[in-house]
């Protein structure tokens, strides 16, 4: 389950272009009915809840940023700052200044102001590839907790300059719905290694994966492990024949099942298979994993992504590199 993307890789060009496509695509804003901020029990705060069913890779919500750093336009202020927030803290309404100042604000940076601990603590990426490290604070999607199966999505849209919320998987109406801070990755990671990530942005991990009882608990460590064996075999393309690279993204897409993570999240090791079979001359089975793939990033990215013209380009590529 591999963040990053080889530069020389066909689906390199593809992750460049996916904000610039996605977002020519029409889009509509979805009415904050659809969920709603209470609290979530258990001491954990605020949660975002569904106010009705979702159907997997249904658009939930899409929310413009409360405030949003933009590393290329911020230039002069390499590092983000407290100055800089409580600059912009003060061109907005009084409502939006107290929404601000409700959102969570992790212990780990108790020692810092209070405005910039909340921005630490609750600011989502908006930057594309490249080490474009942007991000933004928003009213609503920021009360979306933390679960290491979580049952969302997260985009952002650059032309319109929105985050946008997609279901993983089929939700239930009142069902918490919730984000993996650790993005794609975390599919990876055994729980100690979670657990320390997450202790670094100041909590603890209460999902239903992370309080499995012991013998369970290293029965899904172990599927982890063997995910991240799978992922890297895949990634070096490793795998002596299609047969044998297939075999493997099966799998790793059994065992994300068994750990209740979307499988989605293994988008790139279906574009690795789709490589080795088009090599290989297995057109038709590259074709099948193509569909797969392409409603993986419709999951990922929501209804509103050409994900079937990224599709053809893909296809495309692989024909112009033999």
């Known amino acids: 389950m591999s963040s990053e993307v080889p530069a020389t890789s066909p689906l390199a060009a593809l992750f460049r272009t ?26 954990r705060g605020q949660g975002l809840f569904a106010c009705q069913q979702f159907r997997m890779g249904e658009r939930i919500m899409s929310e413009s940023p409360l405030l949003h750093w933009r590393s290329e336009v911020e230039s002069q202020e390499p590092q983000l700052s407290a100055t800089w927030i409580q600059a912009q803290l003060a061109l907005l309404s009084a409502e939006d200044h107290e929404t601000y100042a409700a959102l969570a604000s992790s212990p780990t940076h108790s020692a810092k102001v209070r405005a910039l601990a909340i921005w630490l603590t609750n600011a989502l990426p908006t930057g594309g590839s490249g080490g474009d490290c942007s991000c933004a604070v928003y009213r609503t999607a920021c009360r979306a907790n933390h679960s290491c199966v979580a049952n969302c999505a997260h985009a952002w849209c650059a032309e319109r300059q929105q985050l946008t919320l997609q279901a993983a998987r089929p ?71 299609y047969e044998e690279c297939e075999a493997a993204l099966e799998e790793l897409l059994s065992l994300l099942r068994a750990e209740g993570v979307a499988e989605a999240w293994a988008h ?16 038709e089975a590259c ?7 392409a409603a993986c990033l419709a999951i990922l990215l929501g209804d509103g992504y050409s994900a079937r013209k990224k599709l053809a380009l893909l296809m495309r590529g692989f024909a112009s590199a033999e």
């Open 18 to 43: 996916w904000q610039g496509e996605w977002s020519r695509t029409q889009h509509q804003d979805v009415e904050a009915a659809r969920a709603e901020v209470r609290s979530s029990g258990d001491g």
């Open 287 to 293: 074709a099948a994993w193509g569909e797969r793939w």
């Open 171 to 241: 939700i239930s109406k009142g069902e918490e719905l919730t984000i993996n801070y650790l993005g794609g990755g975390g599919a990876t990671r055994r729980r100690n290694e979670r657990q320390a990530a997450l202790r670094a942005l100041g909590f603890g991990c209460t999902c239903v994966v992370c309080m499995l009882p012991e013998a369970e608990r290293m029965a899904s460590d172990a599927r982890r492990e063997r995910v991240a064996s799978l992922s890297a075999l895949l990634a070096r393309r490793a795998a002596t024949s």
């Open 268 to 283: 790139r090791e279906m574009v690795d298979v789709m490589a080795v079979g088009w090599a290989a001359g297995h057109r």
